[in-house]
């Protein structure tokens, strides 16, 4: 079975679903890869109007790396490499020239966060809950999250939610402006497609055209650069003791 899913619709909606609700939809290399080829696909084919990334089932969007992959990651070197290979998909996230959302349909944390702050829109249904959690396992967002996050957000909004490591409500998110809209559980993706009918499918070249405005703002800021010096960071501190005794005990209650 996929670890991933691809659909097209005949509205030009590319969805991307994680598939390891055994796992809550963790990432790992094979998503990551996954990710990539979709992302650099809907860039370059013009039938693909927007990208939505969900995760199956009604447990998770998605759970963050998967550590029973990545708690074998001891050295500076090894971690470096896993975390900018996905922080460089998650850029490329970011900077597509189409429309993102991620639809959130039940718990994002660490970096399924990050990967929902990569993309444009974040509609969640009312029962879901995210949160960057990475503070509370001795580490720093890595893939990121933390960079884009402040693009999406005030600063105090941003070190709210980063800070306290909580986990939070939909309600709490579209309050913060991190959530943009809340959905019913049963009907997210017929809500999410009137979402989208009603934002932006409606002249793709003009949304194009405000996208790269905003990339290239972005350029100017050197947000990749950003990004790089961020995961550099989240890289020392992934080889530290708290950081490995807090892998260790999650992978026991597993």
Known sequence: MSKYIVKRDEEGIVWFTINRPEKWNAIDYEVMDG???????????????????TGTGQKAFCSGGDLSVFQNLNTEQEAYQMLSKMGMILYSLATLTKPTIALLNGLAIGGGCELATACDYRLASRGSRFGFVQGKQGITTGWGGATILLERVSIDKAYHLLLTGEIFSSEDGKELGFIQHILSEDNSIMECKEFISKEFLHNTKVVNAYKKVVNRKWSATRMKERITEEIKECTTLWVTEEHLEAVRKIMQKE
């Not at 992302?39 to 693909?48: A, F, G, K, L, R």
């Open 35 to 53: 990710l990539k080829k979709t992302i650099t696909e809907v860039e370059e084919n013009d039938d693909d109007k927007v990208l939505v990334i």
